[in-house]
């Protein structure tokens, strides 16, 4: 079935560790996004990739860092300098132009 | 800039009732898109609707309606009969033509009880 893969699904951290979370789209969609939702603040836009190669900076990149080798994986590392990580974060991708997102499952990351 | 406000936080109704979301969005551009999501306790966001900017028909899918007006820069959803199948997180959304920065209200906590 097409989707998208988040993994983990939980995922504890000590403070000053790095983590990457990793998505995986097999949609052949071309841009792909990481939202950051916190209770009662929605989602936020960490960075987003419109095709490979290249992404670009959402509202709240600082302290984050993504890549984009392959059209289908979007790995998005939470660095030690992410003064607040413990989140819901949600991958997503579309087609691009004007489509919907399509949303994975979600990682949620609890910092120790 | 582009800004969406969802102003109601949480809304709780008893099932079979009739509920409205509320989406007020901000945007300087001519062509756009409004979504609306639903967030289950799952974690998920399920797409429900896309609509852009040069139509503002409403639309109707089973019990969820869809009220579009851009007078007052509104895009509203409507569950009819409520269930409790349909408490979730709602969010509405805001895409620019061609530009794939979607923003995202705070969401509204729905809860339906029996």
């Known amino acids: 079935d097409g989707g998208i893969t988040q993994s983990p699904k939980y995922l504890f951290r000590k403070e000053g560790q790095n983590v990457t979370l990793s998505c995986e789209q097999n949609?052949?969609?071309?841009?792909m996004y990481w939202y950051r939702q916190d209770p009662g603040q929605g989602l936020r836009l960490i960075y987003y990739?419109?095709?490979?190669?290249?992404?670009q900076k959402g509202d709240i990149a600082e302290g984050y860092s993504v890549s984009r080798e392959k059209k289908e994986s979007f790995p998005l590392t939470v660095t030690s300098a992410q003064k607040n990580p413990t989140a819901f974060y949600l991958c997503a991708s579309t087609l691009r132009g004007v489509g919907e997102l399509f949303f994975g499952e979600g990682s949620r990351l609890t910092v120790l | 800039a582009q800004k969406v406000t969802q102003a109601q936080t949480e809304i709780s109704v008893v099932e079979k009732e009739d509920v409205t979301l509320d989406c007020v969005y901000e945007t300087r551009d001519t062509t756009y898109y409004l979504f609306w999501y639903k967030q289950p306790p799952s974690g998920e966001l399920v797409f429900l609707i896309r609509r852009n900017s040069f139509d503002e028909q409403n639309e109707i899918s089973g019990r969820y309606s869809w009220n579009f007006q851009k007078s007052t820069s509104s895009f509203n959803f409507t569950i009819t009969a409520s269930q409790v199948v349909d408490s979730a997180v709602y969010f509405c959304?805001?895409?620019?033509?061609?530009?794939?920065?979607?923003?995202f209200g705070a969401g509204t906590r729905l809860t339906v009880k029996p």
């Open positions: 990739s419109q095709i490979v190669n290249d992404f």
């Open positions: 959304a805001l895409r620019h033509y061609n530009n794939n920065d979607m923003r």
């Open positions: 949609l052949n969609h071309d841009a």
